[in-house]
């Protein structure tokens, strides 16, 4: 009895080698199976062999492969686990025997259609759990025994074990494939996203990107339409392999058409053949494009527009595809907008800096500084000032803050600076003229509402006239440096009222005296007092005449890294007037009032009499008014104006950098004769760079 059992042994044995080959390991699933079924029906010396597979559902089994009976799997057979034969053997998980078919509950047709007789199946088992199920057939009646029924349980368990290998085979395959696929999309979204882009004008950046987005999806032409103003047309904005797109501005409805579609639907579109589809733009038709695939470009669910690729063969764009065209347009939008904040902002800040002073006027005998910072969150602010002359030797100076942001208040402060300038220049009080601005702005409406603080400073008088509309007050250090803000009548902001009635202070500014305006940025921080800020500003500006350094100090000190708000600091000093003193001033008629006050007050310091002082200026403002007349011709010109004092001698020297005609008329050319007779040494030297006229007189005073 030994020796059956032994070569039962050995033959199960062999039976396992061949299941269990190792080669069998390198086999796909679909491979692996059919290589078992064939080593499976060699085994049992079986006409037919089949394994069904249970579906991810667990309820349903699957035929995967079969030797003798491929209907099976052609057509796709399906067996309920619990009903017939397949069903049985895996609800079961044991091994079921059908002698005869014909008696038997066998669910599956095609086991009689072949005209099998005996039938022997297992379940495939793993850990316990059932993958599916294994069968034999013959196709004569046969006694499977419990030898037979043994084995092809043994060879099942090592196909099971095979199966679930080559499954994790399979899947740690896929995993690799797709973290290689994912590694591919990364780096081409970082191309996309590529920080150098980020330096090009928008119609660069729009043709970089296309060029890479053709090379990362492999496509013949891409474009690139955005969306207009009007929110309702797509424009073809760059665009490659289809230029014409972008040459002819292709302009296509939102909802109409392909591009129209994916704008209107807010997601990617698929047309597989263009000649038979809704496709508007007869360019795409023109040249050729058989497929398109297109997107929408979105940023925080706000369309901008539609990015699309085509090709010129027929090909059906996948579901990685369109995910990575979609994240290459997210990508795309979001660098579209970044590049349109910052042109936006460099425009914004252009023209902040057009409607501020370039830079401030020189104006002898005063020394003035500025510093403007825009809030961090960018564009257009309305924080501003200006210093302009009035004639008669004084200045005016305004700082201002229009309520808002952005292009309406931008064209507001443009508008608030002109009116200023054209009302002040009229030569009306400094209240007229911020009454008549109030009243157009209240014409412009409640957008216009802005603070203001007014001031006409008169050096050679020592007095500054203020008249302040809701605006933050002026800051004024004395001669010894103590600081203390200016004392005001409580006034509205313009534009609030078109019947507010504006009133003037008058302070005094003696010589050696600075005042610093600023808008309320400078001063107000979230959850501190605005006192605690105007304490600050106070005691930092105090002691301080220098103006550069103290505008300087008062934005490292006051300001926060990222402002939330514009600030605008202006500070105006009157010097004591040195004994040298070189001014330079326009060639012009209307500058000799102000070169004249400007000597009287120099001279006042001087010890000169009224009638010195009288007559230094005539012959001053001869030798000013004959380089005026004689040594230029129309357009703008300047001439120097050198003031010296010293032992008791003043010298005045006059520059200009023309030729000097000869007098017309009969009664012209006698202003050097009266300089002569004014002062005590005149000298006129005639050069290719220009004339120069020497004035000299000594004051009897200190004589």
């Known amino acids: ?152 349980q043994l060879a099942a368990d090592r196909a099971a074990l095979a199966i679930e290998h080559a499954r994790l085979y399979e899947e740690e395959r896929r995993a690799r494939e797709n973290a290689e696929q994912a590694s591919k999309r990364l780096e081409a979204l970082q191309r996309v996203t590529d920080a150098s882009l980020a330096y090009l004008s928008e119609e660069d950046l729009l043709q970089e990107l296309l060029v890479r987005i053709t090379e990362i999806l492999a496509t013949d032409t891409a474009a690139i339409l955005l969306l207009e103003s009007d929110g309702e047309t797509l424009r073809a904005r760059a665009a490659r392999g289809v230029e014409e797109e972008d040459d002819q501005g292709v302009r296509i409805p939102v909802g109409r058409g392909f591009a129209g579609r994916v704008a209107a639907e807010r997601r990617a579109v698929f047309i597989a053949d263009v000649d038979h589809a809704d496709v508007l733009n007869p360019i795409l038709r023109e040249k050729g494009i058989k497929s398109l695939l297109g997107v929408p470009l979105l940023i925080e669910g706000r369309v901008l527009g539609v990015l699309h690729v085509g090709t010129l063969t027929p090909r059906a764009f996948n579901a990685h595809d369109r995910d990575l065209l979609q994240l290459a347009a997210d990508r795309a939008a979001l660098a579209i907008e970044h590049a349109n904040v910052y042109e936006q902002r460099r425009l914004a800040e252009a023209l902040q800096r057009r409607l501020l002073p370039e830079r401030l006027p020189q104006i002898p005998g005063l020394e003035i500084a500025s510093r403007y910072l825009p809030a961090a969150a960018g564009g257009l602010g309305g924080d501003w000032y200006d210093v302009f002359g009035l004639g008669r030797g004084r200045i005016a100076i305004a700082v201002g803050d229009v309520v808002g942001h952005g292009v309406a208040a931008a064209a507001v402060m443009a508008q608030l600076r002109t009116a200023l300038r054209a009302y002040a220049v009229q030569g009306s009080p400094p209240a007229e003229v911020v009454q008549a601005v109030n009243r157009l702005m209240w014409q412009l409406g409640p957008t216009a509402m802005t603070t203001l603080a007014y001031l006409v400073l008169d050096p050679a008088e ?95 000190e006051l300001v926060p890294d990222a402002p939330p708000d514009d600030i605008a600091v202006l500070a105006a000093h009157v010097p004591e007037l040195p004994d040298r003193l070189t001014t330079r001033w326009p060639a012009e008629a209307d500058a000799l009032a102000d070169v004249r006050r400007l000597l009287r007050r120099w001279l006042s310091t001087r010890a000169a009499t009224a009638d010195e002082a009288y007559d230094i200026t005539v012959a001053c403002q001869e030798a000013c008014a004959n380089a005026i007349e004689h040594a230029y011709g129309p357009g703008r010109a300047e001439l120097d104006v050198e003031l010296s004092y010293d032992a008791g001698r003043v010298r005045v020297t006059v520059r200009d950098k023309g030729r000097w005609r000869p007098p017309r008329g009969q009664n012209r050319g006698r202003g050097l004769p009266l300089m002569h007779s004014l002062m005590h040494t005149v000298d006129v030297t005639h050069g290719e760079r220009g004339t120069v006229v020497v004035l000299e007189r000594r004051l009897e005073g200190d004589a």
């Open 1 to 152: 009895m030994s020796a059956p059992r032994l070569d039962i042994d050995h033959r199960a044995l062999q039976s396992l080698q061949l299941v269990t080959d190792a080669a069998l390991a390198y086999l796909s699933e679909d491979d692996l199976l059919d290589e078992l079924l064939k080593r499976m029906t060699q085994i049992l010396q079986a006409d037919t062999a089949a394994i069904l597979l249970l579906e991810p559902d667990g309820r349903t089994l699957l035929a995967r492969a079969a030797r003798g009976i491929e209907e099976e799997v052609e057509q796709g057979v399906r067996i309920p686990v619990g009903r017939g034969f397949a069903g049985r053997v895996a609800a079961e998980r044991r091994a079921v025997f059908i002698p005869d078919i014909d008696h038997a509950d066998v669910l599956n047709p095609i086991l009689r259609e072949k005209g099998i007789r005996s039938l022997l199946g297992v379940p495939l088992l793993i850990e316990g759990r059932v993958l599916g199920v294994l069968h034999v057939g013959t196709l004569t009646p046969r006694q499977f025994t419990t030898d037979d029924r043994d084995l092809l």
């Open 462 to 556: 020592e007095q500054l006239e203020i008249v302040n509309a809701g605006h933050p007050p002026p800051l004024l250090l004395g001669p010894d440096g103590e600081a203390d803000f200016v004392p005001l009548q409580g006034t509205m902001a313009l534009g609030v009222s078109g019947t507010a009635v504006y009133h003037s202070d008058t302070v005094a500014m003696p010589t050696g005296s600075t005042a610093v305006l600023y808008t309320d940025g400078l001063v107000e921080k979230r959850g501190v007092s605005i006192d605690e800020g105007l304490e600050r500003l106070c005691a930092l500006a105090a002691g301080r005449h220098e103006v550069e350094a103290l505008c300087t100090l008062l934005i490292e």
